[in-house]
């Protein structure tokens, strides 16, 4: 059953450095994405989406900017801003069929909750862009987790509408802003099959004096 309500720390409270936690190092370790097809209803609810949100945004955060934003799509929404990507589909591409502009057009439907994570850098003259688009990118992370972690399928797409700029312009995102990702979440119609992973030790270096 998906979690319905966690308790949140409030500012200034003092919280222990670590907690060690078995069931959090079996998720990290056996986690895997769920293609954005193959969800269904349901997704997460008002206050589990905002569980999930409030997860998200729980990041390493170099000078506490916030260099990110969130963009919730759900219900008749995600098929009205559909209709950015079926229209810059029909204009790059005039010889498509009506069956594929119709697919474009219905990505955002493929899940019941898509969230767009918004990478908002702040020009604060101290903290570097790098840093703050990494932010982003952990927050899409964290995203996943916790909708993982509350009982539902999770993926983080980018695809092509992601750099297209008629559809950021369509979902309000200004000029210096870009989306980190698509995060789609919705309930797996099929269980997910493990991948290759890399191979660890080819990935490490031990640094010695």
Avoid at 36 to 53: H, V
Wanted: aromatic letters at 6%; a negative charge; glycine letters at 6%.
């Amino acid at each position: 059953m998906p979690n319905t309500a966690v308790a949140t720390p409030e500012q200034g409270q003092e919280l222990a450095p670590c907690r060690a936690s078995d069931e959090t190092l079996e998720l990290l370790l056996t986690r895997r994405s769920t293609v954005a097809g193959s969800m269904s209803e349901p997704g997460p609810d008002a206050g589990q989406l905002r569980t999930i949100l409030t997860a998200a945004a729980r990041v390493p955060d170099h000078r506490k900017l916030a260099p990110f934003r969130f963009i919730v799509l759900q219900g008749e929404a995600r098929t009205k801003a559909g209709e950015a990507l079926a229209g810059a589909s029909r204009a790059d591409h005039p010889d498509f069929p009506q069956e594929r502009i119709d697919f474009e057009g219905a990505r955002f439907t493929r899940a019941p909750v898509v969230v767009a994570v918004v990478s908002s850098v702040k020009d604060d003259g101290k903290t570097p862009e790098w840093e703050q688009v990494l932010c982003s990118g952990a927050v899409c992370q964290n995203m996943i987790i916790a909708a993982s972690a509350s009982g539902f399928a999770a993926q983080w797409l980018t695809e092509w509408y992601a750099f297209d700029r008629r559809v950021l312009d369509a979902l309000g995102l200004t000029q210096d802003e870009r989306i980190a990702g698509f995060v789609y979440m919705g309930t797996a119609t099929e269980t997910p099959l493990e991948r290759p992973r890399p191979d660890l030790d080819a990935l490490i270096t031990e640094f010695r004096a």
